[in-house]
DNA sequence: TGTACATCAGTGAACGCGCGTTCACTGATGTAC
DNA sequence: TGTACATCAGTGAACGCGCGTTCACTGATGTAC
């Protein structure tokens, strides 16, 4: 209510403008480059107008980054940490069966891609690799390492003769849910006659049943 | 052997440079934008250094296309054309056997996406919308019903109440397929203990097997 | 509480650059007679 | 076969633009006393 008032000011970052400083102008040009994205694709954001649009100089930026690859590769990193935090809760929601852990991630992906767009293009369509610094890194092996842990986990259902490596499953996983998001869920044009939640759907479970995970429950 | 002849310059299209006039720019810019593209990615491609690589001034490209986006999207058309028939012939070759034609479809997918990966990043990553122009439109949809004739004749060994619809069907393949070169077949960091065509290989045939195609064969 | 001063986080002007695109032009090619 | 001419496919200079980046600067903030 207080207009200038301290704490509404933390509560807000980055929209709050007190004049000359900004007061969380290191976010705000996240969340400037995150909607440019969106908007546009990763080519079509510029440091410069990620700039503009969080109402502030071009050379303000190098204060919080050292350009525009670093700006980015923070928006994926954050990216990251979210895509792990929602994957684990779906992960954790779905216990304790194993299979319904496993399919409740796997639909977690596809809410992540959807409801944040600007982050999944970072992630995987920005070009900037992962191993480009520590952090970033870590955080997507993190994320990496969530989908491994609900696959191993449910793999155990599996008679050991005929599983798979947990690595080498949930690679199969990510590589449909990716596949379905890249093609089918971006107007790209190439569309299906089925929702992209109902294709990825009905592939995983027709891929459990092919390793035994899921009886024939047509 | 003559420098100068007539039958060499036909047989070798935008190599030969005979003074003022190129000869074959149309193709050789095409060939100028791939080799970009596969370089440097769907970004790093521009007009002016496509011209350059062609051995020709920028301004010369508007004699042959309208500017950059109809360059990529001819690279594009070419790309869809390539490989439809490389999945039109790898399906061939697996008759009469429609699992075994199913199969090298799919081998073929990957094959395409390793050997001609400028082409494969014109179509998918380039961001261009494969509805830009009605041939481009029909090049794709050449390759997309190659896949789904695959499927269908695939599903026809399958019990008609437990069968999918076959473009249901073959979206799950090139979901997959896409999926494991986008996040296995490039240099993203994001790796895979192992090759991308195992990873491809033995997840189709663990969904073949969760359609009931294929018998428990390990 | 008030003042002096250090530090922080912005400004705005300037830079060189390469881009896409246009234009009038010109050399090379093909064709009619 | 030779010549005149139309057409084609390039040149190269010029343009305006927005980009990323740098720099000296300055207003705002925080702190010591």
Chains 1, 2 share one sequence.
């Not at 207080?2 to 509560?11: F, M, N, V, Y």
């Not at 992630?123 to 609900?150: H, W």
Request: charged share 20%; with cysteine.
């Amino acid at each position: 209510m207080h207009p200038g008032g301290k704490q509404s000011e933390k509560d807000d970052p980055g929209m709050s403008k007190r004049g000359y400083h900004h007061g969380n102008l290191k976010q705000a040009l996240i969340e400037a480059a995150l909607s440019l994205i969106e908007a546009k694709g990763p080519t079509g954001f510029t440091l410069s107008e990620a700039a503009k649009t969080a109402g502030v100089t071009p050379a303000a930026v190098y204060r919080h980054y050292q350009g525009r690859e670093d700006l980015i590769a923070e928006a994926a990193r954050q990216g990251f940490e979210i895509f792990a935090d929602l994957m684990q809760f779906a992960c954790d929601k779905g216990q304790p069966s194993a299979l319904a852990a496993f399919e409740a991630t796997g639909r977690a992906y596809l809410a992540f891609a959807r409801k944040h767009p600007g982050h999944y293009i970072a992630m995987f369509e920005s070009g900037i690799s992962v191993n480009r610094t520590p952090e970033l890194a870590m955080a997507a092996n993190r994320a990496k390492g969530v989908l491994e842990k609900a696959a191993e986990d449910l793999s155990r259902h599996i008679p050991p003769e005929k599983r798979p490596p947990a690595s080498m499953f949930s690679a199969h996983i990510w590589a449909m849910s990716h596949g379905v998001v890249e093609l089918f869920a971006r107007n790209t044009g190439a569309t299906s006659p089925y929702p992209p939640e109902d294709l990825l759907e009905t592939g995983i479970g027709i891929y459990l049943r092919g390793l035994g995970l899921v009886p024939q429950d047509d």
